[in-house]
């Protein structure tokens, strides 16, 4: 039902109607049902569920993910990272079609808080993946835009759910590797690949501190053409480097690999280090370790998520806290003093109630 | 008054009725006054007060530290971190004596949250820093060891204050760099600095990952005899990681120098490379900025301490968290699921008290 430009409020009030029916279809099981026969619009209608708002689609969504989990935790799930401009949707592209070949079904995320000032940046139009979006092996989800960077990693956590219980045995979570959302993505992920471009040397330039070191391998693009010998170069550079790092617990030791998405080069041997990884981590149990580590950790921070923005969204805390950073920044009062008195207000505060 | 070896109650109740006398008699203002005029042993009581969990004492320490908030802010905060056996305590020995020719007070802290278990490593043995130790220019206070990290690095930044008024211009804090202890340190200090060992390829052996690219220096200590070769090789290896980091924010990039302590090689230089920092932060303005930050990060994680302490201290939370974590290994729940049964349980609890 179209809109007219200046509705009246009998056609508002249909339309809510609508709304309500439309909502009311949604019934978990069914769902749920579609989503383990491989359909993809079940999948996608699931992950919508799970992002809404509505309190009767987040009791419907809490059912649903309790339908899934049985059926959860066998894909390996991939963070992909690097700044705009140095290919991630080419290389997710190639990839993500090489490894529909190999006989995987794989589902590409995407984690970017920032799309909603910016107008959605990652996945936002399908377009730039013209193949994988068509192929019947691949799933592509455009970016959740929707509320804090704590509340998009908890729906794309879910819906790596999701995805999993309909089976797709490769998850690749894309973001933008300038902001808070990389350690989120590298705190939900097996594997964290951090895509660079061979410049002259300033090959990081805007990229995070801290990222390299979170890396799994980094993934030099673009190398064709020109910039071939730099790539090569670049990648000498970047494996010295890394081996000044320190060790991770789990023995791994991060890999440089070097691509042409437009060229088709290199794609199967970053495959090759992702199952190496794979391998070596499973055997030595540290694959299962994380795993685990990473639930709680979500559960700990969804808790502090909770109980913080309780706090910080009390009207007389909030007033408060502006005259005390006045104060601590004319050495009037102490960081712990400042904290003290707020804690005071707020449990003197919650006694009124 | 020594206690016998089977101390009698009356010994013990005279002991208590001594003991509250001594406490008596700690004045804020007084001590306040001493520690202005210069008195190390008014210093050492400041920071003992401060220190104390007494009700009493922790009253007066607020009063204390709110007289002398005024007169702080004016040193020189420098970080010392790198893994023990790199010669911590033998730089400081002869940094801080450099630094006293300089005609510069200073004050040597330490943060080492783990010395509860291994019974204080750093700074617990005076004699490791004998020149110093006596030096009227230095004052030297071993770690305090009690508590959480949370707390003991509250106290330290108290510590840094009562030094600050008592007139001491560069403050030197130690830790250990292989825990959570040195990001602490590095949010409470203008300057890091990571001490590194020349070896055998092995430089970063037991440094936590992430240290290297918080630290404003590297300094390869020990560059002396043998190792001189190594440690020149070490510098032009880390000069070259370094610059592969994405710059800082400040514009500043991180210096490798060389020192051997046992020569008293390079010691000007590393002084004068953090003169260098100073200069260029405190023009460009992010110097003030980073303190400003420091303070507000500090009151917001004093409040986030003290927010989930006493969540997860309810014991009914405590018994819930331990029955999620089983559930959430078996994929029974997910973390966002968990996390809303644990806030229900609270609030509920609440209501009902």
Chains 1, 2 share one sequence.
Not at 44 to 53: D, F, G, H, K, Q
Not at 270 to 299: A, D, P
Request: one cysteine or more; glycine letters at 8%; proline letters at 3%.
């Amino acid at each position: 039902m179209a809109l007219s430009k200046n509705p009246d409020k009998k056609q508002i009030n249909r339309l809510v109607e609508l709304n309500k029916k439309h909502h009311a279809a949604r019934d978990p099981k069914k769902i749920f049902e579609g989503l383990r026969k491989g359909e993809k619009t079940a999948l996608a209608e699931a992950i919508t569920l799970c992002e809404s708002a509505r309190a009767d689609d987040q009791q419907s969504a809490r059912q649903l993910l309790q339908h899934c989990l049985p059926h959860t935790g066998k894909s390996l799930r991939i963070g992909i990272t690097g700044v705009p401009g140095v290919g991630k949707s080419t290389f997710i592209e190639s990839f993500g079609q090489y490894l529909v070949k190999q006989g995987k079904k794989i589902a590409v995320l995407a984690v970017d808080p920032s799309s909603e000032k910016t107008g959605g940046s990652i996945l936002g139009d399908k377009t730039r993946m013209v193949n994988l979006s068509v192929n019947p092996g691949a799933f592509i989800r455009p970016t959740s835009s929707r509320g804090s960077l704590g509340g998009v990693a908890q729906r794309t956590r879910e819906s790596i759910l999701l995805c999993e219980a309909a089976g797709y045995d490769v998850i690749l979570i894309e973001t933008v590797g300038v902001g808070q959302s990389e350690t989120a993505v590298h705190s939900m992920t097996d594997f964290f690949l951090l895509l660079m471009l061979a410049g002259a040397g300033d090959e990081l330039q805007g990229i995070k501190r801290g990222i390299m070191e979170m890396a799994d391998a980094l993934v030099i693009t673009k190398a064709d053409g020109d910039n071939t010998k730099n790539a090569t170069r670049a990648k000498s550079l970047y494996k010295n480097a890394l081996h000044l790092f320190p060790a991770n617990e789990n023995n791994w030791i991060p890999q440089v690999d070097v691509v042409s998405a437009a060229e088709n080069k290199g794609i199967e041997k970053v495959w090759e280090t992702i199952c190496s990884y794979e391998n070596l981590t499973k055997t030595n149990g540290h694959f299962q370790k994380k795993r685990k580590n990473q639930q709680e950790y979500w559960m700990h921070e969804a808790l502090k998520e909770q109980l913080l923005h309780e706090f910080y969204n009390n009207p007389a805390i909030t007033k408060q806290i502006k005259q005390l950073t006045k104060k601590l920044a004319g050495n009037e009062i102490t960081s712990y003093d400042a904290a003290r008195l707020l804690i005071e207000l707020y449990q003197h505060g919650k006694k009124n109630i």
